[in-house]
T-cell receptor
Framework: DSGVTQTPKHLITATGQRVTLRCSPR?????VYWYQQSLDQGLQFLIQYYNGEERAKGNILERFSAQQFPDLHSELNLSSLELGDSALYFC??????????????FGPGTRLTVT | AQSVTQLDSQVPVFEEAPVELRCNYSSSVSVYLFWYVQYPNQGLQLLLK??????LVESINGFEAEFNKSQTSFHLRKPSVHISDTAEYFCAVSRTGSNYKLTFGKGTLLTVNP
């Protein structure tokens, strides 16, 4: 158990809908990262937040957005869903800004199926 | 930008045989290197990392990897595998500096057969 929790574990929804994925980082970790894992694209970095502020952006679609709240949990919002958005979405966390931040702890993931 | 190539998508081996999972990276700047393991239906776990110092790094369960800067490689090895090592293994790089995002390879599925 990494200490990172993600809810829900599974999500099935229809095209055009909007969903919210939730992540709680390890106690004390200030950084949260979101990754998407799909069969064709592999594991791709989406976005990073550090202590409530956006730190870095990767291959995140405009239909997707995220935020990190004062209690440090994070939510990833996916809207106007398409079949191709079906994937496993991972959240990871790491400590404050030191070399230790290169060690990321991953949650169990949320499997999103768009039908 | 960085990129990671894992040369084998699948590696089947017999129990107690040695194994090497290959990883090459490309980057114009200094990077840190990682191997993550994903067991079936689970999230990723850090297996080992190279940040600095000795180029040979070891994990607690017998895996080791060697950073070779001239060949831009970070191959993962184990002298004798167990059935329980069956998993997907991901090589990843992160640019040194303030952005800690990981760039992953496509993964190598290691299947250990009895």
């Amino acid at each position: 158990d990494s200490g990172v929790t993600q809810t829900p574990k599974h999500l099935i929804t229809a095209t055009g809908q909007r969903v919210t994925l939730r992540c709680s980082p390890r106690s004390g970790d200030l950084s949260v990262y979101w990754y998407q894992q799909s069969l064709d694209q592999g594991l791709q970095f989406l976005i990073q937040y550090y202590n409530g502020e956006e730190r870095a952006k990767g291959n995140i679609l405009e239909r997707f957005s995220a935020q990190q709240f004062p209690d440090l949990h994070s939510e990833l919002n996916l809207s106007s869903l398409e079949l191709g958005d079906s994937a496993l979405y991972f959240c990871a966390s790491s400590p404050r800004d030191t070399i230790a931040s290169y060690e990321q702890y991953f949650g169990p993931g949320t499997r999103l199926t768009v039908t | 930008a960085q990129s990671v190539t894992q040369l084998d998508s699948q590696v089947p081996v017999f129990e107690e045989a040695p194994v090497e999972l290959r990883c090459n990276y490309s980057s114009s700047v200094s990077v840190y290197l990682f191997w993550y393991v994903q067991y079936p239906n689970q999230g990723l776990q850090l297996l080992l990392k190279y940040l600095s110092g000795s180029t040979l790094v070891e994990s607690i369960n017998g895996f080791e990897a060697e950073f070779n800067k001239s060949q831009t490689s970070f191959h993962l090895r184990k002298p004798s595998v167990h059935i329980s090592d069956t998993a997907e293994y991901f090589c990843a790089v992160s640019r040194t500096g303030s952005n800690y995002k990981l760039t992953f390879g496509k993964g190598t599925l290691l299947t250990v057969n009895p």
